[in-house]
DNA sequence: GGTGCACGCTTTGAGTTCGAAGCAAGTAGA
DNA sequence: TCTACTTGCTTCGAACTCAAAGCGTGCACC
């Protein structure tokens, strides 16, 4: 508001550009590759990652849900195709009746444990290789301290757990 | 392939889930702004603002497409619902009957100067106030080398056709 | 025990994206 | 000229996402 500057300047300009068009690409070209080798989203991948990772392979909907899609009804929808296709489980929590819990199966982590080198590489390929290794550590805390910063500041609709209506 | 580290360290993964987190907000916070502001999908904005900075204001359907869609059919639609609402116009092109120039209105011109602004400064807030001035010339630098990277190996199906390198 | 609200998930409808197929216009070779 | 291939765009069908609405459960307070 106060800032002198009304916009942005060339380099950050560019900045951005190449910001959206590097992680559109990369996520183009790695949710290509995914389909072809295991017949999985993106976000398919994303959720079985989370499970495989999480202790005993179970979450909450809810918590599966931060970080991978901005809304609820998505993660159902895409919990259906990979229940349907036999990678994960879905049971109501013991604890609490509303609570779903997912569960990877066994052949959810081994279609993980498949795709993941490819997965991998891909991204080597694309993100690190043309990256020198000095260049790296300045990234890595960059988008650190960007992401929290927006995690601080979420964008208004996104996680009002409150207010379940937008205010508009 | 000929690399002995089979996969990513810690420090890589880390940058790969931070770069892929940032943009995505980052895309989803602009994307809500805009539609508030001026009822502009991230994707129509892009189209826009490319018209408003290519000469004369216009631009074939095929150079549009590139870097806003990997599809030809999404350019379409969205130049469809921009022509309804008067902010491009198409016309057949003289010099190729097959082509389709798009050109932006007065009105379109009208609407990209006044989301603008707040375009702007959404980026600014959420990209670029927390990254230190020092930081933004390796951010950049890492960025656009790595974009150019991925411009000379694209993904196998989105560049069926000839060399499309396009410049600026 | 009841009542009212909050929470967790699913269902539904509208909108957007992609790839494949289709159509029209240009181009090269005979 | 005729034919076959290429190019530029649109149409079509399928898949996916989101927000809103709906349903059942849990919790706070009386």
Redesign the pocket.
């Known amino acids: 508001m106060s800032d002198p500057t009304p916009g942005l300047n060339a380099e950050q300009l560019g900045a951005y550009f190449a910001l959206m068009e590097v992680s559109s690409l990369l996520q183009?070209a790695v949710d290509?590759h995914l389909r072809a080798d295991g017949d999985l989203?993106?976000?398919?991948f994303q959720i079985l990652a989370r499970l495989v990772d999480a202790p005993d392979g179970r979450l909450?909907?809810?918590?599966l849900?931060d970080g991978v899609?901005?809304?609820?009804?998505?993660?159902?929808?895409?919990?259906?195709?990979l229940d349907r296709r036999g990678l994960i489980t879905?049971a109501p929590?013991p604890d609490?009746?509303?609570?779903?819990?997912v569960s990877v199966t066994d052949a959810g982590r081994e279609l993980v444990a498949r795709v993941l080198p490819g997965h991998v590489d891909r991204v080597r390929q694309l993100l690190f290789e043309p990256m020198k290794g000095r260049d790296l550590p300045v990234l890595s805390a960059v988008l650190g301290r960007v992401r929290d910063h927006m995690r601080a500041n979420p964008p208004r609709?996104?996680k009002p757990?409150?207010g379940?209506?937008?205010a508009?």
Do not use: K, N
């Not at 989203?41 to 398919?44: E, G, K």
């Not at 899609?69 to 195709?81: E, I």
């Not at 609490?96 to 819990?101: A, K, L, P, Y």
């Open positions: 183009y290509e989203s993106y976000v398919q909450r909907m809810t918590d849900a899609v901005y809304s609820r009804s998505g993660l159902t929808y895409q919990a259906g195709l879905r929590s609490d009746e509303r609570s779903v819990i609709s996104a757990r409150a379940r209506g937008r508009g």
